[in-house]
């Protein structure tokens, strides 16, 4: 029988988690089909369990970088020798292990390679620009060994390519298919003051820094009862939660909401007049499309105001109302928060027209993307 491996020692949480258990959802029932022996090294088993998939657990490879790199380098090498006669490795978390494989492919999660660090962040947390300089030298080890590396969205295609030296039909372009399902919520009453909106985790890269201040300018312009900006930091998560918290909290125009569950999120992205996303680096960006989509199913047309970056580009295509504001620019992020507000904004001119690349490798669901990856040519 034909064995196809896919390795995810490090995959425990959040959208990394999410793309394992859509790939192990999807071959548990199609590598049947197909004639496939289905093998996945995994951190823990129950993360993502499915039938028709033989599980090896490697709970010990996520205890640090070191054991990390033994695992992909030494580990792996000895269980493909063992498996024998793999027709497909892929590797869902970015590194390239040295195994014997007929091909091999990675999936390349994380953007942080492309992250331009600054000093402060090691303030806040050391491991985020570490993570951004070790990512990219991960990423070289082996990564010619891949006949197709997978990446999420033509921008990555294209800064990859560059930054490895491999040419672009090497890589698939294929885009999480999100949960976009919207859950049952209770409507928040309006107050009567303009709403901004910013969901995301407390981490220094989300750049709340610039949304702040911006907030800080237009209150001192307008006043602190003409708008408010919810962000999700309560203020004491960590240390960067904590800068926000005294550098602007005696702003009254401020709302610390802290983290929601999935319903009052939702609640929120109905309730917001405007989403605000100013995040440095994204591979992604799931709250924009989910701001997006949820308004679409409310018949409504909102305003968004995004770093102008290439994820936010490519991830908010086809929306309308959409304007981009240098992530570093606090003075002007409050000038299109007070055009917003007056709707006297005109068309955003940096607004990059839709990207095409019809004759490259593109893939918008599991069972393509496993098409391409096992056909005999490129």
Not at 200 to 211: A, C, I, R
Request: include cysteine; proline fraction near 6%; glycine fraction near 6%.
């Amino acid at each position: 029988m034909r064995r196809i491996v896919i390795s995810a020692v490090n995959l425990r949480k959040g959208g990394t988690l999410t793309i394992l258990r859509q790939c192990l959802g999807f071959l548990s029932s199609w590598g049947v089909t197909n004639g496939y022996r289905i093998v996945a090294l995994v951190h823990q088993r129950d993360l993502a369990d499915f039938p028709n998939i033989e599980y090896i657990e490697i709970p010990w490879a996520a205890k640090g970088w070191g054991k990390r790199l033994w695992c992909e380098y030494v580990t792996m090498y000895g269980i493909s020798k063992r498996l024998g006669g793999v027709d497909l490795w892929l590797s869902l978390h970015d590194t390239t292990p040295r195994v014997i494989a007929k091909r091999q492919a990675v999936y390349c999660q994380t953007s942080f390679p492309f992250l331009k660090w600054r000093w402060r962040d090691f303030r806040f947390d050391p491991k985020i620009p570490l993570f951004a300089m070790f990512t990219r030298f991960a990423y070289r080890i082996n990564i010619h060994r891949n006949r197709y590396l997978v990446v999420q969205q033509e921008w990555l295609r294209a800064g990859f390519s560059k930054m490895f030296g491999i040419t672009p039909e090497r890589f698939i372009v294929a885009p999480p298919s999100a949960d976009l399902s919207i859950p049952t919520f209770s409507p928040i009453e309006p107050d009567g003051r303009f709403t901004f909106f910013f969901a995301s985790t407390p981490d220094s890269h989300k750049n709340f820094e610039t949304l702040c201040e911006a907030s800080r300018l237009l209150e001192r312009e307008l006043g602190p009862d003409r708008f408010r900006t919810i962000i999700t930091v309560k203020g004491d998560e960590n240390k960067y939660a904590r800068y926000l918290r005294e550098k602007w909290g005696y702003v009254q125009s401020i709302e610390f909401a802290g983290l929601m569950d999935k319903p009052t999120l939702y609640a929120h992205y109905a309730l917001a007049d405007c989403f605000v996303f100013p995040s440095r680096i994204e591979t992604w960006g799931l709250p924009i499309t989910e701001f997006i989509h949820t308004n679409r199913i409310l018949g409504l047309e909102k305003s968004l105001l995004l770093a102008d970056l290439p994820y936010a580009h490519e991830t908010s295509q086809g929306a309308s109302s959409i304007f981009y504001f240098n992530p570093n620019g606090s003075l002007q992020l409050s000038r299109l928060m007070r055009e917003v507000m007056i709707g006297n904004h005109k068309k955003d001119s940096s607004l990059r027209p839709e990207m095409s690349f019809d004759h490259l490798p593109y893939s918008r669901s599991w069972k393509c993307l496993f098409e391409m990856l096992l056909r005999e040519n490129l």
